[in-house]
Nanobody, 116 residues
Framework: QVQLVESGGGLVQPGGSLRLSCAAS????????LSWYRQAPGKERELVAY????????NYADSVKGRFTISRDNVRNTLYLQMNSLNPEDTAIYYC?????????WGRGTQVTVSS
């Protein structure tokens, strides 16, 4: 079965960095585009970043452009999100996502808290 397991979240001070990972299994990882989403308390889940199967094309939400970098390792079946210059507005649960045959699959998420 499809499994997505996020890790790497935590508490970080404003201006700090974190690197999130998403370990995937149960599907042919290199064939599919992948995304990172986040959901802050009281807000809807929003798309943060997207990457095509080969990693050549990436897209970002305006709020994270220039600060976050999405990447993937198609040998290790792992998706990454490098987050720099974090600010309190980045506090949220971060989820990785894959769409297979119109069905959305999600991990359980990893909490990122940006606070002094």
């Amino acid at each position: 079965q499809v499994q997505l397991v996020e890790s790497g979240g935590g508490l970080v001070q404003p201006g700090g960095s974190l690197r999130l990972s998403c370990a995937a299994s149960g599907f042919t990882f290199s064939n599919y585009a992948l995304s990172w989403y986040r959901q802050a308390p009281g807000k809807e889940r929003e798309l943060v970043a997207y990457i095509t199967p080969t990693g050549i094309i990436t897209n970002y939400a305006d709020s994270v452009k220039g600060r976050f970098t999405i990447s993937r390792d198609n040998v290790r079946n792992t998706l990454y999100l490098q987050m720099n210059s974090l600010n309190p507005e980045d506090t949220a649960i971060y989820y990785c996502n894959v769409v297979l045959s119109t069905h959305n699959f999600w991990g359980r998420g990893t909490q990122v808290t940006v606070s002094s």
